[in-house]
């Protein structure tokens, strides 16, 4: 099966979320995926695109996060590059999902949504760059 | 996204459409607490037409969850499409919270 590929780039703004939104749909289409499956994807990257916009960075200066999606031989590859402090999503803690609810914290469903839905979680701090490279079977998705 | 407030027997009900995420959560949180804080303490959230929601709208329906709780209020959530069950699901929200098919189930247990 021919490889399918989608990069664009966001600037660290809530904002974006609208092109985030429009870019997976338009992808998800392509690739002939359920509606389900298209939130899911979109789900992973909006988790990881609010937490770089709002911990990743200590300036207010604009800065570009960098996203590569690619589909081949039924695997989703997604690749997130930013030039924020080093932050290692899949060394983050998960909350408690069997303590009660007066127990239960606010904070940590993201990560914990993101490690659910993908089946690899790869972390790499490359110069000033974190690179984060999920992996998913498509057909489970 | 679109929120529909009515009421039905002192039942205070939302009606989310379109999509709860970062960026629409504060407006929905801001909606939640001040009917609240306005006395409301039996809530139904009817999120039929919602077709996406992330951490973000999770977060808001758990702070919602805790204070009613606190003041002995019932907050009862329905008519979820796959996708979004599943998030609450994967997020283990449906062991503390109410979660039923339909909006007529929902004032049952309200």
Not at chain 1, 50 to 58: C, L, M, P, R
Not at chain 1, 70 to 82: F, M, Q
Not at chain 1, 88 to 116: F, M, Q, V, W, Y
Not at chain 2, 29 to 51: C, H, P, Q, R, Y
């Amino acid at each position: 099966m021919a490889e399918n590929r989608l990069s664009f780039e966001l600037k660290n703004r809530l904002s974006e979320l609208d092109t985030l939104e429009k870019k997976v749909h338009g992808f998800a289409g392509q690739l002939g995926l359920a509606e389900k499956s298209n939130c899911k994807i979109n789900l992973v990257l909006e988790e990881l695109f609010t937490n770089i916009v709002s911990y990743g960075y200590s300036d207010d200066s604009e800065h570009q996060i960098q996203f590569t999606i690619t589909h081949e031989n039924g695997s989703l590859t997604i690749r997130i590059e930013d030039d924020g402090i080093p932050f290692n999503p899949a060394d983050a803690s998960c909350p408690d999902l069997e303590c009660t609810l007066e127990e239960r914290k606010i904070g940590g469903l993201g990560i914990h949504l993101i490690k659910k839905l993908m089946d690899d979680v790869l972390y790499q701090r490359c110069g000033e760059k974190n690179v984060l490279i999920l992996k998913k079977d498509i057909s489970d998705l | 996204m679109e929120i529909i407030e009515t009421k039905q027997d002192e039942i205070l009900i939302f009606k989310l459409k379109g999509r709860l995420d970062s960026k629409t959560s504060p407006d929905f949180e801001k909606k939640i607490f001040d009917a609240i804080e306005d006395g409301a303490t039996s809530m139904i959230v009817n999120f039929e037409e919602l077709d996406y929601i992330s951490s973000a709208g999770l977060r808001v329906i758990l702070k919602a969850t805790k204070n009613l709780k606190r003041s002995d209020g019932r907050f009862v959530l329905c008519s979820m499409k796959d996708y979004v069950k599943e998030v609450f699901e994967i997020s283990g929200f449906d062991t503390f919270l109410p979660i039923v098919s339909t909006m007529d189930e929902a004032l049952i247990q309200s």
